[in-house]
């Protein structure tokens, strides 16, 4: 079943701008990632944020976690069209070595050169 | 490092044959690997989990025998569609967890795009 929901669904900004996406997730957790799509592809890991986190950066990256809230933000600072991509978040409950992530719908971006 | 490699990455196949799927972990061990399927603009489905010389772990409603998974060795696991079907076409993901870098992230095959006619 989904865990994790995103919105909006879709996003289509100018470069330069900053994108920001939203997860909501209905369980407990042990952390929070977040993934990059290309079309046609595989996934590629972003970030991730423990439950005990509430905001991580990497580069042009930076994710929140609000636990009481249940859900999580992304937001990319100073887009680039080669930005442009599906974003997922996914929630990992246990965090072992069999932890299964479960995946949102996703967020369509759409970065305007 | 942590490269995954999904083969093959498109398959066109007459409906009633089986298909095989391989995910290689290239530079690592893997202690799990799932398979997922996604259809178009839609979310990644968890098919099942496997573990190296162990029986799969299939998701609710996911048919063992028509998905066969064999995860032989720490760096290879294959999917097999069996007598495939219109329906069964799908664009199915491999990941995997490198027990060398703990138990967080996965890392994704490029995906394989299977069409049945």
């Known amino acids: 079943s989904q865990q994790g929901e995103e919105d909006p669904q879709a996003l289509s900004i100018q470069e330069g701008e900053n994108a920001t996406m939203n997860c909501s997730y209905k369980t407990s957790i042990n952390n929070l990632q977040w993934y990059r799509q290309n079309s046609g592809r595989g996934l590629v890991h972003l970030i991730l944020?423990?439950?005990?986190?509430r905001e991580k950066h990497s580069g042009r990256l930076r994710v929140t976690l609000d636990t009481s809230k249940k859900s999580s933000s992304l937001l990319i600072t100073a887009s680039r069209a080669a930005d442009t991509a599906s974003y997922f978040c996914a929630t990992d409950a246990d965090g072992g070595a069999n932890s299964k992530l479960t995946f949102g719908k996703g967020i369509t971006l759409s970065v305007r050169p | 490092g942590a490269v995954v490699s999904q083969h093959p990455s498109r398959v066109i196949c007459k409906s009633g044959t089986s298909v095989k799927i391989e995910c290689r972990s290239l530079d690592f061990q893997a202690t799990t690997m799932f398979w997922y399927r996604q259809f178009p603009k839609q979310s990644l489905m968890l098919m099942a989990t496997?573990?190296?010389?162990?029986?799969?772990?299939?998701e609710q409603g996911v048919e063992k025998d028509k998905f066969l998974i064999n995860h032989a060795s720490l760096t290879l696991s294959t999917l097999t569609v069996t007598s495939a079907h219109p329906e069964d076409s799908s664009f199915y993901i491999c990941?995997?967890?490198?027990?060398?870098?703990?138990?967080?992230?996965?890392?994704f095959g490029s995906g394989t795009q299977l069409s049945v006619l």
């Open positions: 496997s573990n190296e010389g162990s029986k799969a772990t299939y």
């Open positions: 944020i423990r439950s005990n986190e």
């Open positions: 990941s995997a967890r490198d027990r060398g870098r703990g138990n967080e992230k996965l890392f």
